[in-house]
């Protein structure tokens, strides 16, 4: 198909579980950015992506109510907030019919699924960004080229549909401050010493990631990834940034030579005497968090989320609480106060040590986190040892629990089940087997990020009777 061609009248009829509305051209279906369905489109950049038809909304000939003009100037391109288009409480009803599909693509049966409870803030409301510094820089339309060869480098994020280009972030309505302070602390230094960004092809350059996590607080925590190991180069980037923004409490940086490999999984040195963690509040609990550690990205919409876990348990001080996928504990720990006791499983080590810290420092006695691989050790030996749960909870990834871990639970025949997930399709189908016995008694999805597609949903399953 030409790409350049402009397609009318397509009319959007539904919602992809990625976020993208869809249509027909002929027999093909497409799917489009920037549209929402009901309405009537012009679409451009067609292209065939195996069996359907990829493109974007170029006109909207007959928009629906919902539609409003995106606020960021870089809508469009970076992909972070690909919903801007959407007023929020029609993003809201999107979302709850995302998760309406999931679940009746599995046959789940469920009561009324209410709306998401909406976000508490709708813009800077991300604790975590993770920025690119890239040689490849996109350009915008009528922006023209920048001759010097290190201003027209570009730090910020991958376009939509192209990982080798990188925009260069002007403006970003995700994290609160400090976070913009500290991007341009970083693009100061790094452009008055002459650094090199990252380039992918040709896998040269000495910077490469920037991530900023900021608390509640004000507090931040940076890390940031070198592809060449240069102390004096190093050193001054850090030291610099350190002064510029006295909030930055934790500073930390790695040296990944082979970009194959993830960050993460690298050595992460702190400069000078920075402090090893992050702390967040949520409920009247502390929870610190190292820098490889995870923390739910919405710390406002976390706090609710971490209640309604702890109402929903409804403990009498007698349970044994297994928390799958505990991470550093913030749904085992809000439920520990009326547990007899929690035990919690977590591949990462990191996260573990700061579970084990996190309840020490909010007072609990009763909690025992354990490191491995939730199949490995959730095993009938394992509950025979440590006791037969009352409840589970489980927060898997995106790609949700295994048919193995999912036996294990039903045949531990706790009385309820709490299952928090990110994923409404792999939540859909991990309910398909853990409805047989248990009935849900309690669905709600949370608005963690505004803009986007993204939902988390909790749900509850109570033993039949």
């Not at 100037?73 to 999931?102: D, F, P, S, T, V």
């Not at 699924?113 to 800077?124: G, K």
């Not at 939509?160 to 002007?170: A, F, Q, R, T």
């Not at 040590?353 to 394992?382: Q, R």
Request: glycine share 8%; hydrophobic share 35%; proline share 6%.
């Amino acid at each position: 198909m030409r790409r350049n061609r402009i397609y009318t009248d397509i009319e959007l009829i539904g919602l992809h579980s990625a976020g993208r509305s869809f249509g027909y051209i002929g027999p093909k279906r497409i799917y489009l950015d920037f549209g929402i369905p009901g309405e009537r489109i012009s679409a451009n950049e067609v292209r065939r992506e195996g069996d359907y038809l990829r493109g974007s909304v170029c006109e909207v000939t007959s928009p629906v109510e919902g539609r409003q003009s995106p606020f960021c100037k870089h809508y469009g391109l970076c992909g972070g907030c690909e919903w801007q288009h959407m007023e929020y409480g029609e993003q809201l009803r999107w979302k709850r019919q995302l998760l309406i599909n999931a679940l009746s693509k599995y046959a789940i049966p469920a009561t009324e699924i209410p709306l998401p409870l909406p976000s508490p803030e709708f813009i800077n409301y991300r604790q975590k960004l993770e920025y690119s510094f890239s040689a490849r820089r996109w350009y915008h339309e009528g922006e023209g080229r920048i001759e010097d060869p290190v201003r027209r480098q570009a730090l910020g994020f991958h376009l939509i549909n192209n990982p080798y280009k990188v925009l260069d972030i002007e403006e970003c309505y995700l994290q609160p401050e400090p976070g913009r302070k500290i991007y341009e602390a970083v693009k100061e230094i790094s452009f008055r010493e002459g650094y090199s960004y990252f380039d992918p092809k040709e896998k040269t350059g000495f910077l490469q990631n920037l991530i900023i996590r900021v608390n509640r607080k004000g507090e931040a925590m940076v890390i940031i990834v070198f592809c060449e190991d240069n102390p004096l180069k190093i050193k001054k980037l850090l030291e610099f940034i350190k002064v510029s923004v006295p909030e930055i409490v934790s500073l930390w940086y790695t040296i990944l030579p082979d970009i194959q490999q993830s960050w993460q999984d690298q050595e992460l040195i702190p400069y000078t005497e920075s402090q090893p963690y992050l702390e967040e509040l949520a409920n009247g609990l502390s929870f610190r968090m190292s820098p490889g550690s995870f923390y739910q990205p919405n710390p406002a919409q976390a706090e609710n989320i971490f209640s309604s876990v702890r109402k929903l348990a409804d403990l009498k001080g007698n349970e044994t609480v297994y928390d799958l996928y505990s991470g550093i504990g913030t749904l085992g720990l809000s439920v520990a106060g009326k547990a007899k006791q929690v035990i919690g499983i977590e591949g990462s080590h990191s996260a573990v040590k700061d579970a084990e810290m996190n309840a020490k420092l909010n007072g609990f006695s009763n909690c025992y986190f354990v490191n491995g691989d939730v199949l490995g050790t959730f095993t009938s030996e394992f509950i025979e040892k440590h006791g037969k749960p009352d409840l589970v909870i489980l927060d898997p990834p995106r790609s949700g629990t295994l048919i193995e871990i999912k036996k294990t639970i039903l045949a531990a025949s706790p009385q309820k089940i709490i299952y928090l997930s990110c994923n409404p399709l792999s939540l859909a189908f991990d309910l398909k087997m853990l409805t047989q016995g248990y009935e849900i008694t309690y669905i709600q999805a949370f608005d963690q990020f505004p803009h986007t597609h993204h939902l988390e949903t909790l749900v509850m399953l109570e033993g039949q009777t």
